[in-house]
């Protein structure tokens, strides 16, 4: 550590607690202390200092890092609270060390969701503007005509704004695949829903260079290449 202190998202993101997102949302909610002492959003964690969530001790170790492709069912819920969600991601993994959901997959959708304990590529990950490839399968409740390929590929209004361009392919009358390179909420069911169809079905089968290649439920280790692939920027 730094003898100046680093601010203290980075401090649970490097010590591999949480990522620097999930850390901002635990100051938000008021759930961190250093030294007894409740913080906000920019204190400096010095050497010498403990640093507590919920009131539990986060040592920052030096310890090996993690890399996770898990093939996560419907009905697990993408957080770490699991003080909320009993039929959470980290409980379903049920992994020896601590490790913490890369992004989002929601609750009734299915597939290929990333786990580490690395919450600095996190970060590398998340930011919108590296155009990371994400992969799904989705089955809708009617036909699907050609002007809903065509609306979908060029960009739909929701969350207000323009959903990026991206890649459709229709695989059967109500399956078609599409290839994402944001990742707002609910993103494809909402899509879905402005165009007047509702998602039945929802797979994701890849993340950049990452293909969903076990079993539901399952997990597998990333291997060096793909761990390696992830911090490149695909836009540089």
């Known amino acids: 550590m730094s003898e100046n202190g680093i601010r203290i998202n980075k401090y649970l993101s490097q010590a591999g607690f949480c990522s620097r997102r999930e850390a901002d949302k635990l100051l938000e909610q008021g759930r961190v202390t250093i030294n ?20 539990n001790l986060v040592k920052f170790e030096t310890e090996e890092k993690v890399y996770l492709a898990v093939n996560k069912p419907k009905g697990v819920v993408c957080t770490t609270n699991s003080k909320v969600e009993k039929n959470n991601i980290v409980d379903f ?30 970060n590398q990950i998340l930011r919108a503007r590296h155009y990371h490839d994400k992969e799904y399968l989705v089955t809708v409740d009617k036909q699907i005509t050609d002007e809903f390929i065509t609306k979908m590929r060029n960009g739909v209004p929701i969350l207000d704004t323009i959903s990026r361009k ?50 539901k439920g399952k997990y597998r280790h990333l291997t060096i290449d793909e761990v390696k692939d992830l911090y490149k920027n695909n836009n540089s």
């Open 36 to 55: 007894g002492n409740y913080i906000e959003m920019g204190t400096k964690v010095s050497p010498g200092d403990q640093v507590f969530v919920d009131g």
């Open 93 to 122: 993994v049920n992994y020896p060390t601590r490790l913490f959901p890369i992004g989002r997959l929601d609750k009734m959708s299915e597939g290929l969701i990333l786990m580490t304990n690395d919450g600095e590529i996190v």
């Open 166 to 215: 991206c890649e459709v392919e229709k695989l059967g009358d109500r399956s078609f695949k599409i290839i994402l390179t944001q990742g707002l909420n609910r993103q494809i069911r909402r899509m879905c829903e402005a165009l007047d169809y509702r998602v039945r079905t929802l797979k994701r089968t890849r993340i950049k260079n990452i293909n969903l290649d076990v079993d």
